[in-house]
Nanobody, 121 residues
Framework: QVQLVESGGGLVQAGGSLRLSCAAS?????VGWFRQAPGKEREFVAA????????NYADSVKGRFTISRDNLENTVYLQMSSLRPEDTALYYC?????????????????WGQGTQVTVSS
């Protein structure tokens, strides 16, 4: 299993942007971003496959968030724009040993510690 470290979270006003990074200790295949708000279940946000040719997004973030990766740097990014207060959550990245851009958390076997994103209204 690889070690994953998220960064880039912070406090931003509604309508603003943030870019999250997920740095891996080695090669990753499918990488996903998930989030969990207080009192809510963890939910899928976005995922990307090894080659970057497949991506998936939750309906709530389509058109606002973009997932990308730099395999030379073993890093996956989540560019978040037009942020809303309901995007406030702890954001996690995760890695799965497969070839698709998986949306199900149970398919991921490595998880980071998370980075907090807070969007003020």
């Amino acid at each position: 299993q690889v070690q994953l470290v998220e960064s880039g979270g912070g406090l931003v006003q509604a309508g603003g942007s943030l870019r999250l990074s997920c740095a891996a200790s080695g090669r990753t295949y499918s990488v996903g971003w998930f989030r969990q708000a207080p009192g809510k279940e963890r939910e899928f946000v976005a995922a990307i496959n090894w080659g970057g040719t497949l991506t998936n997004y939750a309906d709530s973030v389509k058109g606002r968030f973009t997932i990308s990766r730099d395999n030379l740097e073993n890093t996956v990014y989540l560019q978040m724009s037009s942020l809303r207060p309901e995007d406030t959550a702890l954001y996690y990245c995760a890695a799965a040993p497969g070839v698709f851009a998986y949306t199900q958390a149970k398919l991921y076997n490595s998880w980071g510690q998370g980075t907090q994103v807070t969007v003020s209204s």
